[in-house]
């Protein structure tokens, strides 16, 4: 961590960063827990290029850790303003967990209801993100059969082959002091 910071570091010294590189360099302070400095970076790059759905997702992510729920929420809703089938936002929103929030989790939940229904086969972090939603707002009767769909389809993606075969194929292509057996 404290190479790639101070490689961070040495490239923010070059002058008029491109968006992209300044976005680059702040998910790198956010991944070495210096949310903080990934904000102001993230800020930056937003100034340089407000159109852009990931820029405002990452700052959310920083802003998150920093304890700034409210800014979070804001810049999720923001990149999905941007980008409203962006799975990661909307499971990021769904998972603030902010207390007193009935009305505006009924709306996301809708809003993520509505888009699965016209898109089942997307990534599943739109439905866990409905799962949350509906979870978190007492509404438990609606939310566990979404995650049984999610498990399903997971069940379903799963290769074939059996967890014994695949362990089986694993000890063998070990080197004897390396290979367990299985009683």
Do not use: Y
Not at 46 to 73: K, T
């Amino acid at each position: 961590p404290l190479r790639a910071i101070a490689v961070a570091e040495r490239a923010l010294l070059q002058p008029d960063l491109d968006p992209v590189v300044l976005d680059s360099l702040a998910i790198v302070f956010s991944q070495t827990n210096h949310p903080a400095r990934a904000v102001a970076l993230f800020d930056e790059a937003i100034a340089r290029q407000a159109g852009q759905p990931s820029l405002f997702f990452n700052r959310a992510l920083a802003l998150r850790a920093c304890e700034r729920l409210d800014e979070a929420e804001r810049d999720l809703e923001s990149c999905l303003a941007l980008n409203p089938k962006h799975g990661k936002a909307h499971f990021a929103l769904a998972t603030l967990r902010r207390p007193g929030q009935a009305e505006a989790r009924a709306v996301r939940a809708k809003r993520l209801q509505d888009w699965l229904l016209q898109a089942p086969d997307v990534d599943e972090a739109p439905a866990l993100a409905l799962f949350h939603e509906l979870d978190a707002g007492g509404r438990h009767a609606s939310a566990w059969p979404v995650l049984e769909g999610v498990m399903r389809r997971r069940r379903q993606m799963a290769p074939a082959e059996s967890t014994r075969a695949l362990f089986d194929r694993l000890a063998h292509s070990l080197p004897a002091s390396d290979a367990l057996e299985l009683t």
